[in-house]
């Protein structure tokens, strides 16, 4: 497969798999209200799981924020705070890293020698970005985040719980997509400026 063909089919998987994990969050999550669900990476571009957070569940570890040095309003765009994760993906997780190990061996048509490695590397990444918010933006226009428990203004993205250089670009504009301009706003005023982090 070429790399539009690995997205097309990582992005069908990533759907069904992230629908699919709606209702065990719900049932989690029951009489609770949600503002904040997405897509979570822990190393590198690929989806791994999803994660959600709830006004009780924030408001359950403010005093431990407060410890922290860590404010509700930072706590709440991000996910590492969050107090809900699950393992939501398999098969779109698998042919993720098929497409990755093939990447790293140049045996991807579209992301070969064919390119320079920076215009490779940002195409790959491009894969799971255009996935995670296609996905997103599907299942929020499709209405399988029901208010209530999700908030109307229901923050969206793709997320890392402790971001590099590259997973700051991937928030950023997931985020730029997906959310309204205050969300967006609180999520850029809470990130490090990615040109200040000398890591991938």
């Known amino acids: 497969m070429n790399v539009d063909d690995y997205q097309a089919k990582i992005t069908s998987l990533l759907y069904d798999e992230i629908r699919a994990a709606i209702p065990p969050l719900l049932a989690e999550l029951e009489g609770q209200s949600i503002f904040a669900f997405g897509l979570v990476s822990f190393d590198g571009p690929c989806v791994q799981g999803v994660a959600a957070c709830s006004r009780e569940g924030l408001a359950a570890r403010t005093e431990e924020l407060n410890k922290s040095a860590m404010s509700s309003s930072k706590a709440e765009v991000y996910c590492a705070e969050w107090n809900y994760l699950g393992n939501a993906v398999s098969e779109s997780l698998d042919l993720s890293y098929e497409l990755s190990d093939k990447f790293y061996d140049g045996a991807v048509e579209g992301l070969d020698e064919s390119v320079s490695w920076d215009v ?19 299942l929020r226009d499709s209405g399988k985040f029901p208010v209530p428990p999700f908030e109307a203004d ?15 670009h991937t928030m950023i504009a997931s985020s730029k997509v997906l959310n309204s301009a205050e969300w967006h706003a609180k999520l850029v005023t809470a990130l490090p400026d990615p040109t200040s982090i000398d890591h991938a």
């Not at 590397?121 to 894969?127: A, C, G, I, L, Y």
């Not at 923050?155 to 590259?166: E, I, Q, T, V, Y």
């Open 120 to 138: 490779a590397q940002e195409r790959f990444n491009r894969v799971f970005l255009d996935a995670g918010v296609y996905v997103l933006a599907r």
């Open 154 to 168: 229901l923050f969206l993205g793709l997320h890392n719980p402790d971001p590099g250089r590259d997973a700051l």
